[in-house]
């Protein structure tokens, strides 16, 4: 049986130390991060995680600004804005919440933030950064991930490493972390043959596709740790609605050495990582040595 890897708790003791760094700077160097997030639309979900991002970014002890417009905002408004955050020294970290509307093209407004506020970790110089071993910010979800395996795991070099997913987002910078931890990597898709038995091979397996319960238990490598970063709503008993991730919990907990749940596990940290990205880039561009984890 599988030990469960509680992200939850994770996050909660890396907001712990993210709040501590933030009460430093404030004694030290009279400094407070401050994070603008941008809201485009009405989206349900992107409202909770608006919703909760600002609550914890204020529970850290920083400043959160948060900017709401509605759906037919144009891309030129939405650029202009950005670029005012960009000049706004009270703003560390600028997050554009994703999707945006149609009108929009995201890969623009992506690319506008400065690189260095880009606290998501999408802009295209910080993909460079991350995938030529150069310090920069890094996305949040696999950096929360990475976070996870080397507490459960201490040193991960040498191990084999698969990761199910090739997006932007996750899979690929999952995969750049992993192989600068020294693990030999593997990033699966659709199109792998014999998928089963790729993942088969893994000692550390990362499951980003965003397909309910697509990985069974006897796709995993007896004593693997499983990382699973789906969050995927379904039907349940009697009409409700559940939510799992993209492996199936009960046979791969039976297989694996440490798993993480859905929820409670990878997407807890999601946030965490954001404050963390937010201090590290206030830190960045102040000169100060960024050291509280």
Request: hydrophobic share 40%; glycine share 10%.
């Amino acid at each position: 049986m599988a030990k469960r890897i509680d992200g939850k708790a994770f996050a909660e003791g890396l907001r712990e130390r993210v709040g501590e760094a933030v009460s430093s700077l404030q004694r030290d160097h009279g400094l407070t991060p401050g994070l603008a997030v941008v809201l485009v639309g009405e989206d349900p979900a992107s409202q909770v995680y608006v919703r909760n991002k600002g609550k914890q970014t204020l529970e850290a002890g920083m400043k959160s600004f948060e900017h709401k417009l509605p759906n037919t905002t144009s891309e030129t408004e939405l650029l202009g804005l950005v670029n005012q955050l960009n000049a706004d020294p009270d703003v560390h970290g600028i997050l554009v919440q994703l999707p945006l509307p149609d009108q929009i093209d995201s890969h623009a407004v992506i690319n506008a933030i400065n690189p260095d506020k880009d606290v998501d970790g999408f802009h295209l110089i910080n993909v460079g950064r991350l995938s030529t071993g150069a310090s920069g910010l890094v996305p949040c979800t696999p950096l929360g991930c990475l976070m996870l395996l080397k507490a459960k795991l201490g040193d991960l070099s040498g191990k084999n490493a698969v990761v199910v997913g090739r997006s932007n987002i996750v899979g690929k910078p999952m995969a750049a972390l992993l192989l600068a931890e020294s693990c030999t990597v593997t990033i699966a898709h659709s199109r792998t043959q014999d998928l089963a038995e790729v993942c088969r091979e893994a000692d550390i397996l990362v499951a980003a596709v965003g397909r309910p319960e697509m990985i069974p238990g006897g796709w995993v490598k007896p004593g693997a740790t499983v990382i699973d970063v789906g969050i995927n709503r379904i039907e349940g008993e009697e009409g409700k609605t559940r939510l799992v991730g993209d492996v199936d919990y009960a046979s791969c907990e039976a297989v694996a050495g440490a798993i993480t749940p859905v929820p409670g596990g990878v997407g807890p940290m999601t946030i965490a990582c954001l404050l963390r990205n937010t201090v590290q880039a206030a830190c960045a561009s102040n000169g100060i040595t960024f050291d509280f984890d």
